[in-house]
């Protein structure tokens, strides 16, 4: 193997270890959801999950290759339907190393409900910087891939957002941090949900 395939190859496992974890933790059902990463040292190529795997059962060669376009670079999968506005973010956002896309029931729910998301717990008010709002548009559309990257364009220090009726999206650093970005949004949106019942 290339040094570069071999970069690959980590990458795709860390993006199988990392969506399963995610799984686990209630951050997505069936095959829903999406997660990506750019190659390290090729920040033109990203890797992101087939259409139609389970974070639960995700394994490393189901993640596909593709350009900052969103063009299939390898293998016979098809990307998931969202990669346009995965791609979207990488080019407006060179910072972003990873972005994951989960359908988390609190989060969901409560950013579709709402027009904010405030941070109250004390990791959501240490990791998480703003929290955008992204109408409804139908899952895979073009309409939602812009929205999205206007939403994340219009927010430089945003690196989270709800998608009505849909998930959410959390950006990082790396894979890792993508996950713990999302994993805490929905832990403090389950905070808020408990907090409305007892009336607080």
């Not at 071999?6 to 990458?11: G, R, S």
């Not at 190529?45 to 490393?60: P, Q, R, Y």
């Not at 904010?116 to 939602?144: M, N, W």
């Not at 690196?159 to 999302?182: D, P, R, S």
């Amino acid at each position: 193997m290339t040094t570069n395939a071999v970069q690959i190859q980590q990458a795709r496992e860390q993006l199988a270890k990392m969506s399963r974890l995610a799984y686990s933790r209630g951050l997505s059902s069936g095959v829903s959801g999406n997660f990506s990463a750019r190659v390290p040292g090729c920040p033109n190529m990203v890797l992101i999950k087939a259409s139609g795997v389970c974070f639960g059962m995700a394994e490393a060669e189901d993640f596909v290759l593709v350009d900052l376009d969103g063009n299939l670079l390898e293998m016979d999968k098809k990307p998931s339907k969202e990669v346009h506005f995965h791609c979207g973010i990488y080019r407006i956002r060179q910072e972003v190393q990873s972005v994951l896309h989960g359908h988390s029931a609190y989060a969901t729910a409560y950013g579709t409900k709402k027009e904010k998301l405030p941070a109250v717990t004390a990791a959501a008010q240490a990791l998480i910087k703003r929290v955008g709002i992204v109408d409804f548009a139908p899952a895979g559309s073009q309409e939602l891939a812009q929205m999205v990257i206007r939403t994340f364009a219009d927010d430089p220090e945003m690196n989270a957002c709800i998608l009505k009726q849909h998930g959410f999206i959390t950006t990082g650093k790396n894979t890792a941090a993508a996950f713990y970005m999302g994993d805490v949004l929905e832990d403090n949106a389950r905070t808020l949900y408990y907090m409305d019942t007892m009336g607080m």
